[in-house]
Each structure stands twice: as structure tokens, then as C-alpha cells.
């Protein structure tokens, strides 16, 4: 009692929360590392393509110099990988895997170590532990792509960070190339534009996935427009909640929370742009 004496649980918040239709975003925070001298708060951002991975994004907000650790736990039974300096981790048990994907070129020590889970009172047992440090000044973000891995000679796939511009700190923002499909993931502050390479946007969260056979995915919520290369491609004259839409399988699909806010919405442009782009 006496490490806690005087220390209520932090109270923590969910700032946002979408649950559509092919995908599900959350973002939540705490400040639970408000006693430091320097007030740091940990906030969360979780999307989840539906049927195929979850990116999970870890950010301490604050200042100064700070030592970070990041711990994911898993199941007794479950085997690490050989290696914990892989790119990609493979945890496996004798029917499934799943693949823990970090950031390219994230600077953090990675390692595995050995844990204990109780799932009954009064019995112990040991499950292995997935450990990320830094030491880094704030704000400082990580991220993680978690995947199943349905076949062994899937490749997870390559997740990078994109930088923003100088005026748009903001703004973060993820590709992932996964099997044939390229996907870009946007974080934002709420009701700010900003731009990342010829990504532009107001949008708190954006995603788009484009892949063979003209198969894509666009998600926009909490913003008014989207832009790439200066040419506009979706435009509200209102903040959306959210807005989904794409063509996949031979089929359109469209989902919006709010269709009398649309003015204007044409992908072509973008999709021809990123035939011959690396952004």
C-alpha cells in the first residue's frame, strides 16, 4: 500500500471511437505519469483492418528525457522466435501464429524475456515477454503491425514511418506493404491540417489502401477533405465522422455516417498518381 499511498488510478479516457464497417479505430489516453516532475501522458491509437492486422500506436506526450519500456505479453504455450533482433517476430503454438511487425529502423533495444501469468488464484506459471526500451526525449511514438500469419511463406510485410513536414509535426503517418496491397495509415490532431509528403488533409484519422486489380480502400473520419498532389479527391462541406468507401472483389462498397455533407468524390486521380509513386 505504501507504493501507492496518496496515488488515486489514473483516470483514463477514450478521446476517440469509430466502429465501421471493415474497420475499427480507438484512441485513448491516461495520465497516470503525472507525479513526474515533467507531467508525461501515454496515449494509445489502435486500427483494426477487419480479417487482417491491427496497428498499434504507443506515444508518451510530454517533455524531457525519459527511459521508455514497452511490454507485450503473451499466452503460456505460445514459442518466441529464435531471434528477438528478427524484423519481424513470429510467436507460434502448435496451431496458429501471429507476427509482431515493428516500425522499420525504430532504434528501440528489442528482447525476450520470461514472465508469469496467474490464470487462476492461487497458481503460477510462466509465459514469455516481449520488451522494447529507449531512452528518448518526449514526445516519442512507437509502433507495432500484429498480424495471424495463415500461411508459412506469408510475408508480414514492411511498416515505415513516414515524416511530416517541418509546419505539420502533428501529423504521423505509416506505409505498409503487405503482400500486393501498399497501405497508408494518418494520425492528426483534431480540426488541424496538415500534410504529409503530397498527402494533405484535415482529417484526425485517414487511411487508403490500393492494391491489384483496382482494389482499394479509403477511410476519412474527423476531417473535410482529402487531397494528394494538390488534386483534391474528397471534399465535405462539414467535418465527417466517418466516411468509407472502396471496391473490392468485383464490388463497390460505401458507408457514410453522414451522406448530406459530401460534395465531391473521385479517387481516380490518386490511384493513377500512386501507380508511379513511392509515396
Known amino acids: 500500500a505504501g507504493l501507492v ?22 484512441k485513448a489516453s491516461h495520465p497516470g505519469y503525472g507525479r513526474l516532475r515533467e507531467h508525461v501522458v501515454h496515449r494509445r491509437c489502435i486500427f483494426n483492418l477487419k480479417s487482417h492486422y491491427f496497428l498499434v500506436t504507443v506515444q508518451a506526450l510530454g517533455g524531457g528525457n525519459h527511459r521508455l519500456d514497452l511490454y507485450w505479453h503473451f499466452a503460456p504455450g505460445v514459442v518466441p522466435p529464435s531471434s528477438a533482433q528478427d524484423s ?7 496451431n496458429a501464429a501471429l507476427s509482431i511487425l515493428p516500425v522499420s529502423d525504430h532504434g528501440w533495444s528489442q528482447d525476450f524475456s520470461e514472465g508469469r501469468v496467474s490464470s487462476v488464484y492461487g497458481k503460477e506459471v510462466t509465459a514469455p515477454v516481449l520488451h522494447f526500451r529507449s531512452s528518448a526525449t518526449l514526445p516519442a ?40 496491397d501498399c497501405h497508408f495509415i494518418f494520425f492528426a490532431e483534431s480540426g488541424k491540417d496538415w500534410q504529409v509528403g503530397p498527402w494533405r488533409s484535415d482529417a484526425e484519422f485517414m487511411f487508403c489502401c490500393i492494391g491489384p486489380g483496382g482494389r482499394r480502400h479509403w477511410v476519412l473520419s474527423g476531417g473535410s477533405y482529402a487531397e494528394f498532389g494538390g488534386q483534391r479527391f474528397i471534399s465535405c462541406h462539414r467535418a465527417i465522422d466517418r466516411l468509407e468507401i472502396g471496391f473490392d472483389k468485383g464490388n463497390k462498397f460505401r458507408y457514410c455516417s453522414d451522406e448530406s455533407v459530401l460534395d465531391y468524390l473521385s479517387d481516380q486521380t490518386v490511384i493513377a498518381a500512386l501507380a508511379g509513386s513511392s509515396d
Not at 479516457?13 to 464497417?21: F, L, Q, S, T
Not at 519481424?88 to 502448435?94: D, M, Q, V
Open 5 to 26: 499511498a496518496g496515488h488515486g488510478l489514473p483516470a483514463t479516457g477514450v478521446e476517440k471511437w469509430i466502429a465501421g464497417e471493415r474497420f475499427a479505430f480507438l
Open 88 to 94: 519481424a517476430l513470429i510467436w507460434r503454438t502448435e
Open 141 to 180: 511514438e512507437f509502433a507495432v503491425l500484429i498480424q495471424p500469419m495463415r500461411e508459412e511463406a506469408t510475408s508480414p510485410g514492411k511498416l515505415v514511418r513516414m515524416e511530416a513536414d517541418a509546419k505539420n509535426q502533428g501529423a504521423r503517418a505509416y506505409r505498409l506493404n503487405r503482400h500486393e
